[in-house]
């Protein structure tokens, strides 16, 4: 009689924690991308942040929206696909404009040049708009081609998670060859950042299980937390040795280098 009586309230909490934590799938994952922003805005100084990162998120969160046609699954993952495309798209037209502005006298290169040695360095946003557009044409071709196929539909699912659950091992790379953390957390402070992607990313991953994501997305999130957690384990370490001068710096608030 009590549990009925208490009905009232436990059911718009749950929905109201619900709610949270799509909200929470939804923004929380170009958060770190704002104060990162601000910053190449306020300094006009993009060089500690590689637009790499923006092409692994694109490809990734393209090819997640892909599968969802495929197999569909939670809305809030595939709106939280919208919304880091929108912000990648958003960091590539602020750094692109930086870093043209720096560099007067420097050779404009385009995407119709077609040239590898100059991939995803070009002079102008546009480039960049049409290289996505391509590439979502051809994919989104494919998929349409293939959607009938389940081999296919899980293939391009695991593909676009362990894209995106391979960003913080370039990262996890520098830091070795450097022996040294130095660019994300200053000696004296603790690995904020390096905490604040772990449990985002374990957050992520809990959210996956408990809602009954796609098996890829499980996966690849607890394949995302290891990683997060070996370069915890390095920013630990390394904070008992004088860290080497980093030959790049990166800012502080910066994601996962590549």
Known sequence: MEAEGLDWLL??????????AA???????????????????????ADGFSTYVCLVLLVANI?????WFGRRFESPLL?????MILTMLLMLKLCTEVRVA??????????????????????????????VLAFTGVAGYITYLSIDSTLFV???????????????VPQLYRNHHHQSTEGMRSPSSPPTMV??????????????LLKGAPLQFSVCGLLQVLVDLAILGQ???????????ALHAVHPAGTKAL
């Open 195 to 208: 905490l604040m992607w772990t449990s985002g990313d374990a957050f992520k991953t809990a959210y996956f």
């Open 154 to 168: 899980e293939t391009l699912g695991f593909l676009a998670v362990l894209t995106e659950a391979m960003l913080g």
């Open 79 to 83: 709106w939280q696909s919208a919304i």
């Open 102 to 131: 720096n560099e007067l006298n420097a050779r404009r290169r385009s995407f119709a040049d077609f040239d590898p040695h100059h991939f995803w360095q070009w002079s102008s946003f546009s480039d960049y708009v049409q290289c």
């Open 63 to 67: 090819l997640r929206i892909l599968f």
């Open 11 to 20: 059911v718009p909490l749950h929905q109201l924690v619900s709610w949270g």
């Open 235 to 245: 920013a630990c370490a390394f904070a008992r040795h004088p860290q080497k001068p």
């Open 23 to 45: 909200a929470a799938m939804v923004f929380g994952g170009v958060v770190p991308y704002v104060p990162q922003y601000r910053d190449i805005r306020r300094t006009q100084n």
